[in-house]
């Protein structure tokens, strides 16, 4: 792996909290149990016999890492090693414990990134909207879904290692459009709710590529040159974009320089959940 991206994979996702992250137990396998502990998943809450209020759900438009630990902390004050009950935990989704395994890693000396693209283990036939963290390890990236505790397992009968994702059970949102356009998967397949298709891929796309570059956004922010449902898309830009992410090693200059020049997330973008302009 180039030292470059080593290098950046460790860069801190963390500074008023990074300390305690430094301080917590060694090992992947410790810590990818973590965030599942002190999180709970926005829209699996039921599962763990949680009945969500406004003011928790709230919780998800949570961006940085210091913002998520300040109100896991605000909530219970014990050592982030120390699980919390349910009721306890801060409210997220996928995005927020892909990112918060992220940062624990890298503050343990392993390089580490949150990625965007689709999961085909949450509905049979489909690949939904997902975010898992990839951590260099043995020699490899290794795809780690922190969300899957084991009332996920269960609830999804996942078969295979959550610290170890099978990379046809997870694609990379450069994946997703590289069969899309290769007619070996329909777009439509690939989305979350009633949202998919060519238009939902490429705004992944483009997610991804600004979380490769260290700006790892909420999964329904909104800027340009994400495409809205119905509009027309430019093939060939996203096609570039596909071509470096789906192997941003390779490509690492071409990764960087394509967010500075057509990708770079705004001062503000478009909160779509709470349909308002907000600080990125």
Same mark, same amino acid.
């Given at each position: 792996?180039?030292?470059?991206?080593?290098?950046?994979?460790?860069?801190?996702?963390?500074?008023?909290?990074?300390?305690?992250?430094?301080?917590?137990?060694?090992?992947?396998?410790?810590?990818?149990?973590?965030?599942?502990?002190?999180?709970?998943?926005?829209?699996?809450?039921?599962?763990?016999?949680?009945?969500?209020?406004?003011?928790?759900?709230?919780?998800?438009?949570?961006?940085?890492?210091?913002?998520?630990?300040?109100?896991?902390?605000?909530?219970?004050?014990?050592? #982030?090693?120390?699980?919390?009950?349910?009721?306890?935990?801060?409210?997220?989704?996928?995005?927020? =414990?892909?990112?918060?395994?992220?940062?624990?890693?890298?503050?343990?000396?392993?390089?580490?990134?949150?990625?965007?693209?689709?999961?085909?283990?949450?509905?049979?036939?489909? =690949?939904?909207?997902?975010?898992?963290?990839?951590?260099?390890?043995?020699?490899?990236?290794?795809?780690?879904?922190?969300?899957?505790?084991?009332?996920?397992?269960?609830?999804?009968?996942?078969?295979?290692?959550? #610290?170890?994702?099978?990379?046809?059970?997870?694609?990379?949102?450069?994946?997703?459009?590289?069969?899309?356009?290769?007619?070996?998967?329909?777009?439509?397949?690939?989305?979350?709710?009633?949202?998919?298709?060519?238009?939902?891929?490429?705004?992944?796309?483009?997610?991804? #590529?600004?979380?490769?570059?260290?700006?790892?956004?909420?999964?329904?922010?909104?800027?340009?040159?994400?495409?809205?449902?119905?509009?027309?898309?430019?093939?060939?830009?996203?096609?570039?974009?596909?071509?470096?992410?789906?192997?941003?090693?390779?490509?690492?200059?071409?990764?960087?320089?394509?967010?500075?020049?057509?990708?770079?997330?705004?001062?503000?973008?478009?909160?779509?959940?709470?349909?308002?302009?907000?600080?990125?």
């Amino acid at each position: 792996m180039p030292e470059s991206i080593r290098d950046f994979c460790l860069k801190p996702l963390a500074s008023r909290h990074l300390q305690a992250l430094v301080s917590l137990p060694a090992g992947i396998e410790t810590l990818a149990r973590l965030p599942s502990a002190l999180m709970i998943h926005r829209y699996i809450a039921p599962a763990y016999g949680e009945t969500l209020s406004e003011t928790r759900i709230e919780e998800q438009h949570l961006r940085a890492v210091d913002a998520i630990l300040d109100e896991v902390m605000r909530k219970d004050c014990s050592p #982030l090693d120390i699980a919390r009950r349910p009721p306890q935990r801060t409210v997220g989704v996928c995005r927020h =414990f892909s990112l918060l395994l992220a940062a624990m890693l890298r503050a343990k000396g392993v390089p580490a990134r949150p990625r965007c693209g689709f999961a085909a283990y949450f509905e049979k036939g489909r =690949f939904v909207d997902h975010w898992v963290c990839e951590a260099w390890h043995g020699g490899r990236w290794r795809l780690i879904d922190p969300q899957l505790d084991e009332v996920q397992r269960k609830a999804f009968a996942i078969a295979f290692d959550p #610290l170890d994702v099978p990379r046809d059970r997870f694609l990379v949102a450069a994946e997703a459009w590289t069969m899309c356009r290769a007619g070996k998967a329909k777009p439509d397949d690939f989305g979350i709710l009633e949202m998919a298709g060519w238009w939902f891929i490429a705004g992944n796309l483009v997610r991804d #590529l600004a979380a490769l570059n260290g700006v790892v956004m909420l999964p329904w922010d909104v800027w340009e040159p994400m495409p809205q449902e119905g509009e027309a898309i430019d093939v060939e830009r996203f096609d570039r974009l596909a071509a470096v992410t789906a192997d941003p090693d390779a490509h690492w200059n071409d990764v960087r320089a394509l967010y500075e020049s057509d990708c770079r997330v705004p001062p503000l973008v478009f909160n779509a959940l709470r349909q308002r302009m907000e600080q990125a």
